[in-house]
């Protein structure tokens, strides 16, 4: 069965730090990897998209990862704000004739203290 | 503001009755999909059209069926609603299949 797992499922940073929210899959086969940001109450937002052949990929101050022989992936994000409180879903993409279909994680829940 | 509309806003109906969802992508997007979210569950895909054609479907129930309209709009259409049914419902929209999507603002629909 098609899985993803995210740890951890909530994070409580201060205004400044650093942190990394981590992705583990078990999809088959793999077609890509999107880190979503969603703040509460509305539509998710797409922050990074990772195919198989690619290892990093960053947006400002998010940065994704990717190991596809271990199958994790990781979102840093640098220097937070009160604004990157929000919830952070992994969603990872299997193909089926030529389509994609999307399994999603729980997300972990980032506040952001000043 | 994704470009992404989609109404009613908010939807409150009861047990047994059937409703509407109506999307609108962005303009130039031929890509259209319906998620569910509920807060056991999280987010879970439906069902995906592209171009008019069906392409995908995820965990949709056979009370739930969806279209894709000649002008691109996409419509879920609920029946039978139970309770467990409320849930924030999102349509997005991708130019191609496998590019990024971009997220309406969601329907909320409250099923008593």
């Known amino acids: 069965k098609n899985q993803v797992e995210q740890s951890p499922q909530s994070l409580i940073i201060l205004e400044g730090k650093n942190c990394t929210l981590q992705c583990n899959y078990t999809v088959s086969p793999f077609s890509n990897l999107r880190w979503y940001k969603q703040d509460t109450g509305r539509g998710p937002v797409s922050l990074t998209i990772m195919t198989f052949s690619e290892n990093t990929k960053s947006n400002g101050r998010y940065t994704a990862t990717l190991d596809a022989d271990t199958k994790q992936s990781s979102l840093h994000i640098t220097a937070s704000q009160l604004s990157d409180s929000a919830s952070y879903i992994c969603v990872v993409s299997t193909t089926s004739g030529g389509s994609y279909i999307p399994t999603f994680g729980r997300g972990t829940s980032l506040i952001v203290h000043p | 503001d994704s470009g992404v509309t989609q109404t009613p806003k908010h939807l409150i109906t009861a047990t047994g009755q059937r409703v509407t969802l109506r999307c609108s992508p962005r303009s130039g997007d031929l890509s259209v999909y319906w998620y569910q979210q509920s807060l056991d569950q999280g987010l879970q895909f439906l069902i995906q059209?592209?171009?008019?054609?069906?392409?995908a479907k995820g965990n949709i129930l056979e009370r739930f069926s969806a279209q894709q309209f000649p002008d691109l709009h996409s419509e879920l259409n609920l029946s039978s609603l139970e309770l467990g049914d409320s849930a924030l419902y999102f349509c997005?929209?991708?130019?191609?299949?496998?590019?990024?999507?971009?997220f309406g603002p969601g329907t909320r629909l409250t099923v008593l």
């Open positions: 059209y592209y171009n008019g054609e069906e392409r």
């Open positions: 997005a929209s991708s130019a191609l299949l496998a590019e990024t999507q971009y």
